[in-house]
């Protein structure tokens, strides 16, 4: 059972007193994904470039309507490995318009597609995704000093997403606003934005201290 009162910090309890993110309270699902992925640095590049997508069809719908519909995402787009979403076809695309598990958006659909094609050359640029992606991360001095609700509310971007934002245009990427990178930059723990007071904080910012992220290792190229 929830705590229904206000919850003017941004946290709320349940039974167990556990203090979490406000935005998390709806289900034990959405709470699962907030105190085990959301904000915990990955270097994996699969799911980075889930989440990079995932992102994309987010844009006017709630993260917990993705979320929910995450493993039928998995099912039609070969589990988000980007060689193989890279050679889908015009047949690929007619399916997935079909598939009701998933968001039927023909853009972000294409959009996905062609996402694809354009992380595999920046895995020949940078030797992953991750390491484009991570050298993006804020300097952590230019974060706040305290993340609290009132912080967040004027955070829907940062410098470093309206960048990363840029150069990804700039390389033929789409459905990757300054504000869709931001939520990457959250979710995949480039920055750590549970609030003060939050269980998973802590635990998050353990996990970055010990996180290696990746490096800039083009691929050698033949001669």
Known sequence: MLDDTPAPTGLFTDDSQVSRCVWCRATPHYQNYHDTEWGFPVADERRLFEKICLEGFQAGLSWLTILNKREAFRQGFANFEMDQVA???????????????????????????NNAQRAIVLRQEFGSLGAYLWGFEPAPES???????????????SPESIALSKDLRKRGWSFVGPTTMYALMQAMGLVNDHLEGCSARERALEARRSFQSPKHTPKSRPV
Not at 146 to 156: E, K, N, P, V
Request: no cysteine.
């Open 143 to 157: 974060r706040p000093g305290q993340i609290t609700r009132q912080t967040l509310s004027g955070m829907t971007t």
């Open 87 to 113: 050679a889908f076809g015009e047949a690929d695309v007619k399916r997935l318009v079909l598939d009701a598990g998933i968001v039927r958006h023909r853009g972000k659909i294409a959009s996905t597609i």
